[in-house]
């Protein structure tokens, strides 16, 4: 509804403009134009994990019981694990529907560095996953009566932890494509306990009030470093399929 | 060893000569240790689990960096037997790391009165066997088998980038929770009666795993190559 | 000779979880080594059938 002509000429051209000369960064903002269309297009895809999210962070006070000391104790854990759940939820979509209907066989044919293509794909699904779980961090530090002076320290810290997750997540993507959504979550889940470390203990840290840069660094440097190492990988995972 | 014929007949003449030593120094490692060592004036015979967890440990850590090492060959040079010793190594790093964390375990009980304690090398010897089960979890998943191969020779790098993290973020955890004031082995302190038949153990246990991750690879060798004439030529008479 | 068998099997008093590692790691190990015999054998077979 939101689309007329324009938009769907959006969605046709730029494998026609691949040919022209254009800099790697037009290529970056045509994917992630076309990207950010479809995804808008179907509300499930960013509203899911959003909700996800905050059942899951509602079910444990019900399990736990609605004691402030203990759920406020609790409450970095309970919204790093669900953080982490609801961006494992989306990891499956970043490539099957465009290995599905064909669009990444053009990109691989037509995009020089397949790298681009990887990069937009890892932020395309930070911006669906990542960044709605961000926002409803807040209210879930609410609801589970996290202190607001561990708010901003929480949300840096899921800010870098679902960076790094939503990387991950496109490399489990990449080799688990066309197979079954659990299996790239196994693969993913025991690489990303450091992050789920450090990020709780930021804020753990926090409510401590304790000095938690050092946590946020380390993070920095996790992600700093798997940007390039973790999209050449699934790169090279992506081209498992087309030998 | 390029060859996968030359592999087989070189590899059938030196196994039985590893399988012998691996039995050699097993047997004399653990008999020492668990026989005629001296016993630990604090802990009593219980460390004697020692000489069974500690090279098991070595073995399911130094198992993955031989894993993530293949891995790299097999993604940068596509060299295709090393990606079948990447599979072939990957159960037996798995046995190796369950076996470490069994022993750990039942080290626990009576030195610590609990089953699990979660100590810093117990929880990281844990994380390491989900990485292991991720690793085999993806082998299973791809009928392919070169296909298979490079995707979990991908996986291993990224496992050998994120296991120092581990260990660090693992030990940082720890010490925020709780005070390590559990030490299993404190090896600075080990007399050297103590310490011999421990390196007898870790040789012998190297041995045995080249024993098993060459008769596992002669299985993959055979496997794949099984249309071709020389494994046609060994088999059938 | 049975005091010497109790000495060795018990040690100080937790010396069945010594042998109980003992035994775990054997059984582990020749678990994954006759894995290996029993599918070398299937290989054969199926070699010779084809």
């Known amino acids: ?26 290529w970056l903002g045509i ?101 709605p779980i961000l926002i409803a961090s807040s209210l879930a530090a609410i609801i589970l009566y996290l202190p607001l002076e561990s708010f901003v320290p929480m949300i840096l810290s899921l800010l870098l932890g679902t960076s790094f997750m939503s990387l991950l997540g496109a490399l489990g993507a990449a080799l688990s494509l066309g197979k079954s959504a659990i299996l790239s979550a196994i693969i993913v889940l025991p690489f990303s306990i450091p992050t789920l470390l450090m990020g709780t203990s930021v804020v753990t840290f926090s409510l401590n009030n304790q000095d938690y840069s050092g946590f946020l660094m380390m993070m920095g440097a996790m992600l700093a470093i798997g940007i390039p190492l973790l999209c050449l990988l699934t790169v090279e995972a992506l081209l498992l399929n087309y030998d | 060893m390029g060859s996968p014929p030359l592999f087989y007949r070189w590899s059938s003449k030196i196994m039985p000569w590893l399988g012998i030593l691996a039995i050699i120094f097993l047997s004399i490692g653990l008999f020492w240790g668990l026989l005629i060592a ?27 960096m031989f894993m993530a090492a293949c891995g790299l060959i097999n993604v ?45 090398r117990l929880t990281s010897t844990l994380i390491l066997f989900f990485i292991y089960a991720a690793l085999i979890g993806l082998y299973s998943s791809i009928d392919d088998k070169t296909k298979a191969d490079r995707a979990v020779s991908i996986l291993s790098i990224v496992g050998l980038a994120i296991i120092p993290v581990i260990k660090k973020s693992v030990d940082w955890w720890q010490t925020l929770h709780q005070p390590s004031t559990f030490t299993l082995t404190s090896s600075p302190s080990m007399s050297p009666d103590m310490y011999q038949p421990l390196l007898l153990c870790v040789i012998g246990f190297y041995l045995i795993f080249a024993f098993t991750l060459t008769l596992n690879l002669r299985n993959e060798v055979i496997d794949r190559e099984r249309s071709k004439n020389w494994v046609k030529q060994i088999f059938v008479n | 000779m049975l005091e010497n068998f109790n000495n060795l099997l018990y040690m100080d008093g937790n010396g069945l979880f010594v042998w109980f590692c003992m035994a775990f790691f054997v059984l582990v190990v020749s678990l994954n080594i006759l894995y290996a015999i029993k599918k070398k054998r299937q290989l054969i077979k199926l070699i010779r059938s084809l």
């Open chain 2, 38 to 64: 001296p016993t630990d004036y604090k802990q009593g015979d219980v460390y004697r689990i020692l000489y069974v967890h500690v090279p098991s440990a070595i073995l399911g850590q130094s198992i993955f």
């Open chain 2, 76 to 120: 940068v040079w596509r060299a295709k037997i090393s990606g079948m010793m990447l599979k072939s190594a990957a159960p037996i790093g798995m046995s190796f790391t369950l076996i470490a964390l069994v022993t750990g375990s039942v080290w626990g009980k009576p030195t610590w009165g609990t089953w699990w304690v979660w100590d810093a």
């Open chain 1, 31 to 131: 994917i992630l134009k076309r990207d950010l269309i479809i995804a808008f297009r179907r509300s499930s895809t960013y509203i899911t994990p959003l909700v996800f999210f905050l059942i899951v962070i509602t079910f444990f006070p019900l399990a736990l019981g609605p004691q402030e000391s203990l759920l406020s104790s609790l409450a970095p854990g309970v919204i790093w694990i669900a953080a982490l759940l609801a961006s494992l939820l989306a990891v499956e979509s970043i490539f099957s529907e465009d290995f599905r209907d064909g669009s990444l066989d053009d990109f691989f044919i037509s995009l020089e560095p397949s790298f681009i293509l990887v990069f937009a794909k890892v932020m395309i699904h930070w911006l669906i996953t990542g960044l």
């Open chain 1, 1 to 26: 509804m939101l689309l007329q002509g324009t938009d769907l000429q959006i969605l046709t051209q730029p494998l026609l403009r691949f040919d022209m000369k254009s800099s790697v960064l037009d």
